[in-house]
């Protein structure tokens, strides 16, 4: 780490955690500028929720738009060595020199806020998330996937919405905020998808999954559960990879070889395809299919996803992983 991105992450650990209550407000005055622009109407922002395997399906969406030649902002947290690791474009992490850049502008505004609402504290992700979304708003990327924190209602990420949301899965967790069933969490994290757009849902108990669907309706969103629309052969595992054959509605995927092994992550790659290609046949209808499937294939075997399942040693086979949940842990 330079002392140049090492100074400004100390400046940023230091924002408290938590604000005065919920901050929907607070980032709408934070981004009003980003969110009113003509960038912001171009893209369609993809949102990524659920209570494990968010950061997975968040880079491999962007992974595969980099293949594509699609350049994408992709924000997901926490970080395990860098902050940078936080925010990435096109496949790279942004610079010190931008992460300092765009953390001053937020200091500035939080200046600003503080002289008008005094008791209203601004929190620590709300300050990551305006900091990712001004990198993404200074570069005029093509499209950004952004993971949420905790939730998605009240979460920091819904200031920018579009038409596709992923729900990866659902998980005891945080139950505290987001209420003490799998049920009222699910439906809390479904809240950040707009009314008129599309959740693609991964694979979760049938009764609740039926419970969703009964939500989704209510609140005017359209369901495709993988489950319903997708096929898989059983994965095989060698050499810390992962090989296997999908089907995602008309799009058939044969010897595809993932980087990211585990079976939870067959979850993961068949929700980021399924929204993918959803999202591509919306905004970018000149792909065809052999070309995203080729992406596809490009970018699974080449992603790396730090901290997920990953081998550090041979002797003895030694692997670290990030699960924070019952599901994640077993």
């Not at 929720?49 to 994408?72: C, D, F, P, Q």
């Not at 926490?78 to 300092?100: D, Y």
Request: hydrophobic residues 40%; charged residues 25%.
């Amino acid at each position: 780490m330079t002392n140049r991105l090492e100074k400004v992450t100390k400046e940023l650990l230091a924002i408290p955690k938590f604000g005065t209550g919920l901050g929907l407000h607070r980032m709408q005055y934070l981004c009003q500028e980003m969110t009113g622009s003509a960038w912001a109407q171009s893209i369609d922002p993809i949102n990524v929720v659920g209570s494990n395997g968010k950061g997975s399906t968040a880079s491999i969406i962007a992974a595969i738009m980099h293949e594509l030649g699609i350049r994408a902002g992709k924000y997901t947290s926490p970080h395990l060595f860098n902050f940078t690791e936080r925010i990435v474009i096109n496949g790279r992490e942004v610079s010190a020199e931008a992460l300092e850049k765009n953390t001053h502008r937020f200091f500035e505004k939080q200046g600003q806020y503080l002289q008008e609402y005094p008791e209203d504290q601004i929190g620590a992700f709300e300050a990551f998330t305006f900091i990712a979304l001004s990198c993404f708003f200074e570069e005029k990327v093509d499209a950004i996937v952004l993971e949420a924190g905790i939730g998605g209602r009240y979460d920091s990420t819904r200031i920018m919405t579009g038409n596709y949301t992923a729900l990866v899965s659902i998980d005891l967790e945080h139950t505290n905020l987001l209420g003490p069933t799998r049920e009222i969490i699910a439906f809390e994290k479904t809240d950040i998808a707009p009314e008129g757009s599309t959740v693609v849902v991964g694979k979760l108990e049938k009764d609740l999954l039926r419970r969703l669907k009964a939500y989704a309706r209510y609140k005017k969103v359209r369901l495709i559960p993988v489950e319903e629309v997708t096929e898989v052969t059983p994965p095989s595992f060698k050499n810390g990879k992962m090989a296997l054959d999908f089907r995602v509605e008309d799009y058939y995927f044969d010897k595809i070889v993932s980087n990211l092994a585990g079976f939870h992550q067959v979850n993961n790659i068949l929700v980021s395809v399924l929204l993918l290609k959803h999202w591509i046949a919306r905004n970018f209808p000149a792909i065809g299919a052999q070309q995203f499937i080729s992406a596809t294939r490009i970018a699974l075997e080449n992603i790396v996803w730090t901290g997920r399942l990953e081998k550090i040693k041979e002797h003895p086979p030694t692997y670290i992983d990030v699960g924070h949940t019952p599901d994640a842990i077993k």
